[in-house]
């Protein structure tokens, strides 16, 4: 099941229409704002079980695949942090996270100590209350999108995409293919101009010709 990821669609999206969106301040979620709340003052709020939650990368650095971070992210300073750990799930014994009402897993990302973007994954079956709900807050979305996905067994799914513009922060969503699973939905929040700064650090392939 191939698609354009949701980072792609964004910037395919702003290539078309240009940075013409309102300065109405950053897109954020629960009080965690990109581009503007730091790791600390996250940790802070959402402190629990005695400081030690949120769960972090960089105090768990073993964990890489948990915070479904790229091996390259580390190294240039991306942090991520969950409110629950892969123990705190083994235990049966973690904290209900949602959005819009239904359960979902937030992920939040840091570079540099600001927060560069949420990643927020859900059921594909709540894509629609989720959608409501974003535009009900934020107005309809300024890019809309469906199309037909298949699975590897042949077997065919329709997927839907919605994106949120503003001067400097971007809201995107997929129906379908979360961590590749076709009944996984997926939002992306993200501040631009520390994306853009992410991008610059990507280590550039080496030519192999």
Partial sequence: MRQRPLRILVIAWLSMVGVAAA???NYGFKGAVV???TLAEFRRANAFRGGERPYCSDRHPRFSEWFTLEAWEPKVGVIACTMNGPEDVLRKDWR???IAGVDATPVYYFLDQKLVRIMI???AEH????AEE???KYGPADHTERRTIQNRMGATFGDRRHVWVRKTSSIAMGERGAAGKVDAGRLLMSHRPLSDLLEERRPK???DL
Avoid: L, S, V
């Fill in 127 to 130: 894509y629609g209350t989720i």
């Fill in 96 to 98: 209900r996270e949602t």
């Fill in 205 to 207: 392939r080496r030519r």
């Fill in 121 to 123: 994954t859900f059921r």
């Fill in 134 to 136: 974003i535009a009900g």
């Fill in 23 to 25: 300065d109405e301040g």
């Fill in 35 to 37: 581009g503007t709340t």
